[in-house]
């Protein structure tokens, strides 16, 4: 019984261990997907410095670019580091399993030696069938019957273990074999990665340098820019304001008031949170959602309701969701840009150097909304994108499809 018992225990160890792989499987295919992302983002990034070089060579921008660039690179060694501690923890496992099985299947062998042993001394059909007719009534017959049932089961299950955990031994190996192979890729991509990182570190102490000369009269551009970035949010929750007293028949309201339409479209467009598509085929996140230290000038700090999404020049900016054209706005020291109602929830594309709808329009989404303006001095074509809920403005990247 104690035997039996062993092996029971080891198969539950063993389907443990077979959902802890499983588990493993979908944290690394997981982690995969996150460095696809990544590094796609970094040659989008390299796309971009590219085609911003051709048009301009300002430290400022250089060294901004330079700085994303690094951060998604941190975020790549972050993920390999993550899948190497995986794939450590997974190999010790699989050690320490073999250990296990070998030990076990030393302990069987011995066991079955012995069975094989007695099986032999009492290997005669007459030596049993004396044991039989020994008995000393037909219950007892019955049971001595039944023993040797059982012993010859019981010797059959494990020659049959035997061969069972020689093969779980075998398939382990493999797997480990397979496992180690994976490390070493990692280790490799890793290192080629920080010496990358090593090198664009480098670069970003030399522009740093460069800066260091011109970062007073900077941090007051940025200062200017943020201003005006905040006049310009003024005037969009304006507009969204008049929408929502519009829809109030002025009563004050600071909601909606939403057609039965409206909620339809409300609760569609809070459904599909977290998947609706980016306001652009390609591009890169060069300025997040909140309030956060500026890139360059460390000293200065930066806020934004929405998000800044640098891509390829001439790109089209797409709606997100289906609904209605709000307002199509130009405002000073801005270049245009299209509010879009959807229900209770506003998407805004701002920066845009030409437009293709106007306000009234019903809109579906991957609409396209116009083309995003490309600024000439830096070389750069970037959207700014926000989402609201009516009046108050929400972390675009936890709506879009990531």
Sequence with gaps: MKSLNKIFLLLFLLQVAQLHAQDYQARQKKLEAQKISLKKEIGQI????????KRSNNLANDLEDLQLKISVRDK??????????????IINNQNDKIDNLRLDLRNLKNEYEKIIY???????????????FASEN??????????????????????DRIVQIRQEIESIIDSLLIRKGEKERIIKENRDVKRSLRNEKKQQDDLFKGLLKNQKDYAIQINKKEKQARL???????????AIAESNKNNNSINFALTPEGRLISTNFQSNRGRLPWPVKEGVIVRRYGTQPHPVVKTTTINSNGISIATSSNSVAYSVFDGEVLSVYGFSGGNPGVLIRHGKYISNYQNLSSIFVKKGDKINANDEIGIVFTNESTGKTILKFNIFNELKP???????DN
């Design 46 to 53: 390299n796309l971009l410095i590219a085609e911003s070089k």
């Design 76 to 89: 790549l060694i972050n993920i390999n580091n993550t899948q190497l501690n995986n794939l450590t923890n």
């Design 118 to 132: 007695n099986s032999y001394k009492k290997r005669s059909s007459q030596m049993k069938l004396m044991f039989l």
């Design 138 to 159: 037909l219950n007892q017959a019955f049971k001595r019957f039944q023993y040797f049932k059982q012993y010859s089961k019981y010797r059959k299950k494990q020659a």
């Design 232 to 242: 310009i949010d003024n005037e969009i929750q304006k507009l969204i304001r008049l």
């Design 394 to 400: 929400e972390n675009p990247i936890i709506w879009l």
